[in-house]
Structure formats: C-alpha cells, structure tokens
C-alpha cells in the first residue's frame, strides 16, 4: 500500500495548476565533494512551489564537507534525506554515478510517480517541479522531462550548448516511474545519459524539454579536450551500439564542434579497442539497431 503524500509539500494558493496529490516525486542527488555549491543547491529545491516528496542526497566518498553541510540542512527540511557512501576511489566515469543513484534510489522507489537523478551544482527557478509536473500529467506519453541549463559568461547566463535543446541532460532527469521501470533503469556505462533518452524513445516514450525552465549550472561541463576524454566518447558510441560508421559521423561532428582533428582519430580507437575486447554494450541489438535508425533519421532531417 503506498504512503500518504509528504506533509511537508508546498501547494500555495498561487499554483498555476491543481496538482494530484497521490503524484509523488523521489530526487536521487549524487554528491561528490560539492561543499561549494550544496547550500545553493538545496535551497533551490526548498524553495520550490511544489516541492518533492524526498530528495536523497547520495554523499559518495567526498573528502570536503558535502555531508556535514545536507545533514545539518535537512534538519529544518525532513523530506530531505543524507545517504553516505563508501566507494572506491578509481575513475569510473558513467558507472560511479550511475552505482550511486542506484544507491539512493532503493528499494521503494517504485513507490513514487515521478523519479528523478539530479546534480549537486545546479540552481533550480522556483516554478521547476510544478511545470515539469504539469507537462508529465499534460501528455501521459512524456517519459522523460527537464528544463534548459545555463552556464555564466562574463557576468550572464547563457545556454550550456554541448547538447541540443531537444535532449535532457544529466544533471535534470526526471523520468515517468513507468518509463524507468520499461529502460530497466540507468545503465553503469559512460554515455548513460544519451542512452537512457534514446531507450525511452525505443520504449514508446516521448522525451520533453521545457525552455522556459532555465537551469543555472554552477560548475559547467567540462568542455576541453584531452586524448582520455576522446577516448572516453569513442567508448560511449560502442556501449551505445552505434556501429562503426554512425560513430566515425558522431567522433567527427566532435572533432569539428571542439576544433581538435586529432579527437575522431583517439575516439575511434577506443570504439575499436572495445570491440576487439569484446566489451560489454549498453543496448542490446534490437535496441541498437533502433538507435541508428533514429540517428541516421535526425542526421538526414538536418542534411536535406
């Protein structure tokens, strides 16, 4: 039987929508050494017109003091929960935040209606979860659901543009419980969150931006170039199942966009390192050849 709606939720008389009170939300927050931006962060969710029913902030091996700070935070907010963890301090990209939320994420997440992973450093406008809410219960088909992130630039904030406004980025996912559940939930692979989109798709979902939720991001993407980080990305298009050619396309729209000739070369390395090894994909073969048919659909469509 599931549990009464969170006391402690916000549905002032000046919501622009009426809101179902049995929808209840679950934010999942890996945290690893946000001490900086923690604060702002969870203020931003406090302040929101209709807040979530927990918020789990998964404190994962940070050597600052993030969980000092969420613990004596969630004392004035009980929706507010602190989780920590101990884990191993290799580089994992994609897996090590994906092993996390799981983490967070529990044994009663089924629970909840709406399930989202969020990100330490972000700044959310007050109205976030009402609209994000409002679009979800609008268009049942919606599977996956967030606004836009910005970054700083010399004294304004701007459009984060390492991804087109149509794609829903890592740090503000929130997902349909049924469309989580259909996915089988995040895969512990870098490019997870590029898949994760791509099997809602596959799954008969659809995928929403809202551009007038406007995001602040506190810490950027990092956008610099390096061989590993190239590498990296060639490894994501062969846990995505992309095929040789369609990342060879993608590894050089990269290369282009960052200014690095040398970034297809290192990318499709890796890809073909990992093939030869035999590494494991991240999508089967029916989900991938799903996948490049819809990648070489949305290339054409920009070509033609």
Known sequence: MRSAPNPQIQHPENCKYSMKEAERILIVMPAHNEGANIIQCLESFANQTRTPDELRVVNDNSSDQT???????????????????????????????????????????????????????????PDYFEEILHSFLKNPKTGICSGL??????????????ANTDHVRGPVKLYSRAC???????RPFIGWDTADVLLARYQGFEVRTLPDLKVKHLRPTGTGYSTRNARFQGRALYHMNYGWLLSLVAAGKMGIKRRKTTLPWHAM????????????????????KFVRRWRWKKIMGRLF
Request: negative net charge.
């Open 67 to 125: 969980g000092a700070l969420v613990a004596e935070f969630a004392k004035s907010h009980p929706w507010i929960k602190l989780i920590n963890r101990t884990s191993s301090e290799e580089h994992l990209p994609g897996a090590k935040v994906v092993q996390a939320f799981d983490e967070g994420l529990g044994s009663d997440w089924s629970s909840f209606d709406f399930i989202g992973k969020f990100d330490a450093d972000i700044l959310l406008p």
């Open 149 to 162: 992130l910005y970054v700083k630039k010399e004294g304004e904030w701007i459009y984060e543009a390492i």
């Open 180 to 186: 989580l559940s259909s996915i089988g939930g995040l």
């Open 269 to 288: 390395l890796a890809y073909f390192q990992a093939y030869k090894a035999g590494a494991p994909r991240m999508l089967n073969a029916e989900e991938g």
